[in-house]
């Protein structure tokens, strides 16, 4: 079974005018996702949607199977557990007045989970590569890269099936960056990510499967090597060629 899919879908936020059009795809465990295309074309609003933050129109959106039904609190309760998600502004996505500890352990307290949550935070700190003492520190003490690590923290703590990432590393410097990407790397061989980007660079790297989206409409979608070894619409082709080189990885410094 497939852990989201998506049939028909459109969406308008004004009458006027329709920001989707008749969206298709399924989310399949272990298949990282990436959806992108360029600004202002529904990348954001479709991941809104996946996240349940707006509904759609017209269409169905199920998680494992059932329908996403917000008035059903079991139902939103075991898709709340399996689905978090991380933004793309580590500075305003963080509470300044909380301590890391409570920051990160917000999932397992709203969702109710039981059990050692000073050991779970202790653990999501250690997978995103932050010590132990930043648990009792505030977010002001952190850099750039550090908050988007204790966000991500914050997201694998409830140990979900999917995080939705909204253009995470855009806002991070480039060494920054390249370390976020091997931290996501390696999340994701036990996480299923959709990763929302305007980089193809980016998906190419951590995504097995893309759908390459223009003005609110799939263009493009399948295996991402696929794709990207043999575009065939000339969008996602226009995509490719603005593709900026990344650097040698070596000497890079610590974020
Ligand atoms: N709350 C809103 N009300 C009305 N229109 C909106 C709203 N949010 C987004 N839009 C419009 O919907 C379209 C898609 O926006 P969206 O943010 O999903 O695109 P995007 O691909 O994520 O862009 P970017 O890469 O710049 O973040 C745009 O034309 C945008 O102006």
Redesign the pocket.
């Known amino acids: 079974m497939s852990l989201i899919d998506i049939r028909d879908v459109s969406f308008s936020?004004?009458r006027q005018?329709k920001?989707?059009h008749d969206v298709n795809l399924t989310l399949e465990k272990g298949r990282s996702l990436g959806i992108v295309?360029?600004?202002?074309?529904?990348?954001?609003?479709?991941?809104?949607l996946l996240l349940g933050l707006n509904i759609p129109t017209t269409g169905k959106i199920r998680f494992e199977g059932r329908r996403l039904d917000l008035g059903n609190r079991e139902f939103m309760r075991r898709f709340r557990s399996g689905v978090q998600a991380v933004f793309?502004d580590p500075y305003s996505s963080l509470d300044p007045r909380q301590r890391v500890f409570d920051i990160i352990a917000e999932p397992l307290r709203s969702l109710g989970i039981k059990g050692d949550r000073k050991t779970a935070v202790l653990q999501a700190l250690t997978a995103v590569g932050l010590t132990a003492d930043a648990a009792e520190r505030y977010p002001h003490e952190f850099s750039g890269g550090q908050r988007q690590r204790i966000a991500i923290a914050r997201a694998i703590v409830s140990r979900p099936d999917v995080i939705l990432a909204?253009?995470v590393v855009s806002a991070l410097d480039l060494s920054t960056r390249i370390r976020i990407v091997e931290l996501l790397k390696e999340l994701s061989r036990t996480t299923t990510f959709v990763l929302?980007s305007?980089d193809l660079s980016l998906v190419s790297s951590l995504c097995e499967d893309v759908i390459i989206?223009e003005k609110?409409r799939i263009v493009e979608s399948g295996k991402t090597r696929t794709i990207l070894a043999n575009p065939s619409h000339d969008y996602t082709r226009a995509l490719l060629a603005s593709i900026p080189r990344m650097p040698n990885r070596s000497g890079i410094a610590a974020s």
């Open positions: 936020y004004t005018r920001t989707l295309g360029e600004s202002g074309s529904g990348k954001t609003t479709l991941l809104r793309q909204d253009e929302v305007h989206l609110g």
